[in-house]
């Protein structure tokens, strides 16, 4: 009796939380399905009285969001493909192959995951202005050609592998780059895994570094596009403002629902560890 | 490989396999330095020399007036700490920590018991919480200015249902920390829960089970037994979201740009405005590392709590 008041009394709090969670996201959704004279009323409705698709067109129209869409799909690629390929190199030497200045080295890479980037953003505004890359693709990808994290990440799945392993591959001449293609990084997937939805999701949410190098719409990302439509429109369509914000959300929240079981035990395994 | 050996005869083969096993050896000794290169170089250039790179910069006059960096010794950092807006920034980047941080750790910590507890429901809950974890920045900022709206805003709208007079959530500058704070809760518990949900699962269940047999009530038995053995994961949990809650930047320059009159004017933003829209970089480095300075020496200071 006692514990079953008590599981109601939990379930009815876990409750409360979820309401106010739920909320900003079911508000999101609604505005965004709305008719422009349902959006400023007395009495906010809580349905629409019709889905108004026409918003998400207006919306997409309203701004180049073509091309921040392209632009972000590009700069994400990029920068998950060069710290895949940095640091699952890194990660193989650090893990598996013993030479001076191994410690060391593994030392700078762990030193380097408590440097924020709000650390580094001005120092790294002048470099990019030297170089000449500021306001280009240059500027939105090569600041993160390496990770400390993946870096590490990896480096820890990679010592799990057993020598033997090792030592069997190289009778049948599968050594160095060739066992790292063929045994350790599939062995490692759901690491790998993890830490490729880890950094999908930061970068393409992206807003402080893109904000600072970028000046013009023809390289601009999708969160910048979408600041900048929301400092342009503010005050009057919120219907398509809320469009525009699903449709740059959408992409993750569809990506995070389908691997979510797989991304959230991979992610408290990333927490844990870092 | 037996035929080539018969073809060559044995002393072109030992000779050829010796120099191929020499050159494969050199090569084997210069590999792993081949392979942590790219990253090494990388993390080098965009992190480290960034770090010395800004302590030198904040010595330096960069501005409009003075393109080219010029020695100015502590003039930036004597400004800095005569900037009676500086000070004011400070207070609101302490309010905003010390709000944030102990909500979204016990939030977290509260609804991962909660959902440790094979509640039905358990894991549509689990995916509710987290999602804004993984919703843009940019998209919550959004909704959110719609939501806190003063005149058509969702949340007066709750308020009047309670009979409660309307709120300049975002305009009045005695709301408008509060409100960013609360946004700033929203977006992150579900990450702590998530990590507290992983500890959890990874307790000594032979203890927890002993004390239940033994008589231990639920609350004693958390206080008593899992929140000491949680201690490793709420120091980490703690340092995440002091260094996440000094990065607070993206709400405020979407939702506030720092106002009304500067009431959510936090420290990441204070040194966006002078790099970037003063140009004045050698005084936004200064600004950037005493901020620093203040993060590692509250980090430290609660590792060292936290160990002690």
């Known amino acids: 009796m006692m514990r079953a008041s008590r599981r109601a009394a939990i379930y009815v709090a876990v409750l409360a939380v979820a309401a106010v969670v739920a909320m900003p996201m079911y508000w999101l959704v609604v505005s965004a399905f709305k008719p422009s004279d349902e959006i400023f009323t007395a009495t906010p409705r809580w349905l629409p009285s019709h889905l108004e698709w026409q918003n998400f067109v207006l919306a997409w129209q309203g701004a180049a969001f073509g091309r921040y869409f392209i632009n972000s799909v590009l700069v994400v690629a990029a920068i998950l493909l060069l710290q895949l390929t940095t ?15 191994r410690g060391f080295i593994l030392l700078a890479v762990i030193g380097a995951l408590i440097i924020p980037i709000q650390v580094t953003f001005l120092a790294n505004f002048i470099t990019l202005q030297h170089f000449g890359w500021l306001d280009s693709y240059w500027a939105l990808i090569a600041p993160f050609a390496a990770s400390a994290f993946g870096t590490f990440l990896l480096r820890q799945s990679f010592l799990a592998v057993p020598e033997a392993l090792e030592d069997a591959a190289r009778l049948d001449r599968c050594t160095g780059l060739a066992f790292l293609w063929h045994f350790l990084l599939p062995l490692s997937r759901p690491t790998v895994l993890a830490f490729t939805l880890v950094a999908l999701v930061a970068h393409w949410n992206d807003y402080f570094w893109p904000l600072i190098v970028t ?7 999708l969160p910048i596009g979408l600041a900048m439509f929301v400092s342009q429109e503010v005050t009057t369509d919120w219907n398509l403002l809320m469009a525009a914000t699903l449709f740059v959300a959408a992409p993750m929240l569809v990506i995070f629902f389908f691997t979510q079981r797989y991304f959230i035990r991979s992610h408290m395994h990333a927490g844990l560890k870092r | 490989m037996q035929r080539s050996s018969a073809v060559m005869g044995p002393a072109t083969e030992t000779a050829a396999s010796l120099r191929a096993s020499r050159l494969s050896r050199n090569f084997r000794g210069v590999a792993p330095y081949l392979y942590v290169l790219p990253a090494l170089a990388a993390l080098c ?53 010390f709000l944030t941080v102990p909500l979204s750790i016990g939030l977290g910590l509260a609804l991962a018991v909660a959902l440790n507890q094979r509640l039905f429901g358990a894991r549509l809950f689990r995916t509710l919480f987290y999602t804004p974890v993984v919703l843009p920045t940019v998209a919550a900022a959004t909704v959110a200015l719609w939501i806190f709206n003063s005149n058509y805003g969702l949340a007066n709208y709750l308020l009047e249902l309670l009979g409660r007079p309307p709120v300049g959530w975002l305009t009045d500058s005695s709301y408008a920390l509060w409100t960013i704070v609360a946004i700033g809760v929203w977006k992150t518990f579900g990450y702590f829960m998530l990590v507290y949900l992983a500890a959890l699962q990874a307790l000594p269940q032979a203890v927890l089970e002993a004390a239940r047999l033994d008589g231990a009530r639920p609350w004693d038995r ?19 979201a002091l260094i996440l809650s000094f990065q607070a930047f993206d709400f405020i320059n979407i939702m506030t740009q720092g106002g009304p009159s500067n009431a959510t004017n936090l420290l990441v933003f204070y040194i966006y405005q ?26 430290a200071f609660v590792s060292f709590w936290f160990n002690r």
């Not at chain 2, 480290?48 to 020695?71: G, I």
């Not at chain 2, 930036?76 to 980047?93: H, I, K, M, Q, S």
């Not at chain 2, 002078?274 to 980090?299: N, T």
């Open chain 2, 222 to 240: 958390f206080w008593s037994i899992t929140w000491p053995l949680l201690r490793p994961t709420t120091w980490f949990a703690t340092v995440i």
């Open chain 2, 45 to 97: 250039l965009w992190n480290y020399y960034p770090l010395l790179f800004l302590v030198d910069l904040s010595f330096h006059k960069l501005d409009a007036s003075s393109p080219v960096p010029t020695w100015d010794g502590l003039a930036n950092y004597r400004e800095l700490f005569a900037d009676p807006l500086f000070w004011r920034v400070l207070r609101n980047t302490a309010i905003y920590t």
């Open chain 1, 215 to 221: 000046n013009r719409d023809a390289i601009r990302t």
């Open chain 1, 87 to 101: 640091s699952s190199l890194a990660a193989f030497a650090l893990a598996r192959r013993r030479f001076a200045g």
């Open chain 2, 274 to 299: 002078h790099g970037f829209q003063y140009f004045r970089l050698g005084y936004a480095a200064a600004s950037a590392v005493v901020m620093f300075g203040l993060v590692y020496a509250i980090s």
